[in-house]
């Protein structure tokens, strides 16, 4: 067998739309992900002053059952399930929207550790200073968790990212979604999941690099000694 | 009136009676150190006075105020009452500067520029202003602990609580912390410290407050009552401590 990568040029733009829905679902599941997971943490958290309240405990339902369910059945149940009970939803969004309830989900039990981790001293220095719980959450909890457990997250995002070609199940025209279209035109699957492969990789490595980065400025007080 | 005012105050942990009744009255601008054995409930007494811990029986005042229950909240006692803990408990991820304008901003809703001026006047008041950029991290102990009695002065209190603020220094950083809080003591800052540095108490204080089984066993000013103790308890702690 001859490698032919020519015969992938004609479906370049194939390759490239795929990506860009690859990258766009990966960069809005990731903001709006680790956005969720930061409100389900605050609330879960408030257990620890006042108790389980009952958004508290639906919230850890929440989390379990996407902890414990394959993503893929996640996504059938969304995309299949609501049109059937009459609510209409669109591949992508359905896409979308179970890609952000499970990295929020795995995001919050992260988050979960580096919360409970804080100090009592710190929550009774914010205490002291007048803060209310939501404030200190904020300015005092919110980045240091973030920066105990930033090792787990950036993997958890990058597992998020991979996973998102399940969604070529929905006939969401992701990276994979493409590969499975090209390859089904040329049959030259070897040259096509040689290069979509690569893709994913040099986005997972790309995805850790900004996060480094972005690390690098939120933790800066680390540098200075054992924070 | 006195500024502080406590009457018949009790605290139980679950079984534990910690505070037998404790009555005590602080006028404005006085220096009360607190002292006594490991577990007599010093640290509760300072804890129950900004609310960190809540009382079971009986009241603070502050000036005409009552502090417990729904009277005040927490940001308005955090404008009457500061606090300094042994652990100094620095926010590690802000700069010493964001450390002490963090309350003033978010509490107090401060305007940036006008907390960022209180924040440089506190910090040159605790010799910290050469520092005002640096992580907690990057200090020392004796000046983590300056600064966070700058933070808490940033709120302007009209009491400042310190519980053991020397305790976790290495002995060579101790006296640069006992300097602040005596400067503050002349700048005429009412202070109520629970300490163990005798002489801190002797040299700088108004009046020692004995604590002996949740109870205050004596009080009085600092020469009689380390010269003169009245009770066996008194007299066998000072000669344990000295
Ligand atoms: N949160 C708490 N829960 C249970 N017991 C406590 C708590 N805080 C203090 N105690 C107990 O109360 C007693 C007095 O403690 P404390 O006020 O810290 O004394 P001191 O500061 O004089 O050493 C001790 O026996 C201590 O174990
Ligand atoms: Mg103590």
């Known amino acids: 067998m001859t490698l032919d990568f020519s015969s992938l040029l004609p479906y370049t733009d194939q390759i490239l739309e795929g990506l860009v829905t690859t990258v766009w679902l990966t960069v809005v599941t990731t903001v709006a992900g680790i956005a969720l997971a930061v409100v389900v943490a605050y609330v879960r958290d408030g257990a620890r002053v006042r108790g389980a309240s009952l958004v508290s405990r639906l919230l850890g339902g929440y989390v379990e059952v996407i902890r414990n369910t394959p993503f893929i059945v996640q996504l059938f149940f969304l995309f299949f399930g609501l049109p059937a009970l009459g609510v209409p939803i669109s591949a992508t969004v359905a896409a979308l ?35 209310s719980r939501l404030q200190s959450f904020r300015h005092v909890v919110l980045v240091p968790a973030f920066s105990r457990v930033y090792p787990s997250l950036i993997s ?18 992701d990276l994979t979604y493409a590969a499975n279209f090209i390859q089904s035109r040329n049959f030259r699957g070897f040259e096509v999941y040689l290069v979509v492969t690569a893709i994913y990789l040099l986005l997972a490595v790309g995805l850790r690099l900004v996060f480094e980065f972005v690390g690098r400025r939120l933790f800066a007080f680390r540098q200075g000694g054992s924070a | 009136m006195a500024l502080v005012s406590v009457k018949d105050l009790h605290k139980s942990f679950g079984e534990l009676e ?37 009382h079971d029986w009986g009241t603070i005042q502050l000036a005409d105020q009552r502090l417990d229950g729904t009277s005040m909240t927490p940001g308005e006692l955090s404008q009457n009452v500061g606090m300094v803990f042994q652990s100094f408990n620095l926010f590690p991820h802000k700069s010493v500067i964001d450390n002490v304008m963090l309350a003033p901003v978010v509490v107090k809703q401060t305007p940036k520029s006008e907390a960022r001026r209180i924040a440089e006047e506190v910090l040159a008041k605790v010799g910290m202003s050469d520092k005002i950029d ?43 912390v006992l300097r602040v809080l005596e400067d503050l003591a002349k700048e005429g800052m009412t202070l109520i410290l629970v300490t163990h540095e005798m002489k801190f108490a002797r040299d700088v204080s108004h009046r020692v407050v004995f604590m002996h089984q949740g109870r205050i066993h ?25």
């Open chain 2, 18 to 54: 910690v505070l037998k009744g404790i009555d005590l009255e602080v006028e404005a601008g006085e220096v009360v150190a607190i002292i006594g054995r490991s577990g007599s409930g010093k640290s509760t007494f300072l804890r129950c006075l900004n609310q960190l811990e809540h």
């Open chain 1, 97 to 131: 929207i179970a890609m952000i309830l499970n990295l929020g989900a795995y995001t919050a039990e992260i988050l979960r550790a580096g919360i409970e981790s804080t100090t009592r001293g710190q929550h009774e220095a914010a205490r002291a200073l007048g803060l």
């Open chain 2, 134 to 176: 640096s992580y907690p991290a990057q200090l020392s102990g004796g000046q983590q602990q300056r600064v966070a009695i700058a933070r808490a002065l940033a709120m302007n209190p009209k009491v400042l609580l310190c519980d053991e603020a020397t305790s976790a220094l290495d002995p060579e950083l101790v006296g640069e």
């Open chain 2, 218 to 242: 004596e009080s009085g000013p600092p020469e009689t009552l380390f010269t003169r103790p009245q009770t066996p308890e008194l007299a066998q702690f000072i000669a344990s401590v000295v």
């Open chain 1, 156 to 173: 958890q995002c990058i597992i998020v990212m991979l996973g998102s070609a399940v969604v070529s199940q929905i006939s969401v025209f």
